[in-house]
């Protein structure tokens, strides 16, 4: 067997048991710097207008302005460079194995966890993004170590499996900017898992997978992540509401980026919903 082959079949073995994996190394450092550098630019308004941000205080330091932000949703409607890493080879080689010839990306989000901001409730991103066939994929890129102390992700192995969506409920719970938690799930807190990844590392995860993230208690640093969202391109995809008169069951969001393979719903044409927004601390975890 091929050495193509075998790491292909031990990713797909340790994503279909854990409903997770760890790609390291995927981006070079000089790519992890360049990310970084365009993390900034579109901090400052230089790639366009972010909706919900601050404008730029004249004369602040770098760090200063990257701590105003939590989360930038839309990264790639503003930077060809967040499109291209959403595009990128090593990313979405990986995920064709776990998902299948043809994908699309219907969102990406920019995570800048200075210290002292806070972290996400146990949830499932298939809570908030619904595919028809359930292959919702996180690819979860660090751009700096991921550690305990800055806030890496946790997660709950094995808990993708059963294949349910486990009822949320509001919180009020400061270490956690979600306005809602997934509870009542058959695990525990001694269950969790935490995912420390070096920067230029991708995390893939199953939209099925409880995970969280806690504060960064790190003294000073930031903790960035890009997280783009993927799919099989051959499920419909009803994160929006139908259309008149159109059955729940054909509603098909299509403000997407095909990355792989084939579109087979190409010929319904693509939309631009979606626009580059920030969320507020305490303003909720997810696109609802």
Known sequence: ?????????????????????????????????????????????ERGTVEGALPPVAGESAEDTLRGFLC????HKLSALMLDTMRH????????????????????????KSEGKPGQAWHQDEMFI??????????WLALDDATVDNGCLWVLPGSHRPGVIYPNREHEDARYDC????????????DAVPVEIAAGSVLLFNGYLLHKSLPNTGGRGLRRALVNHYMSAASLLPWAPPEPEQPMAQADFRDVVLVAGRDP???????????PRVRPDRSGGCDR
């Open 265 to 275: 719903y190409g010929y319904k044409g693509l939309t631009d919903i979606r626009t």
């Open 130 to 139: 619904p595919t028809r066939d359930r292959s919702l994929t996180a690819a």
């Open 1 to 45: 067997m091929s050495s193509r082959h075998s790491t292909s079949d031990d990713l797909m073995s340790r994503f279909d048991r854990d409903g997770y994996a760890v790609l390291p190394g995927v981006l070079t450092p000089d790519e992890v710097a360049e990310l970084r550098a365009e993390t900034l630019r579109i901090c400052r308004g």
């Open 72 to 75: 930038v949703h839309y990264p």
């Open 179 to 190: 306005t809602v938690e997934s509870y009542d799930f058959p695990y525990g807190e001694e």
């Open 89 to 112: 080879p090593a990313i979405v080689g990986p995920l064709t194995d776990v998902i299948g010839p043809d994908i699309k990306s219907m969102q990406s989000m920019l995570f800048i």
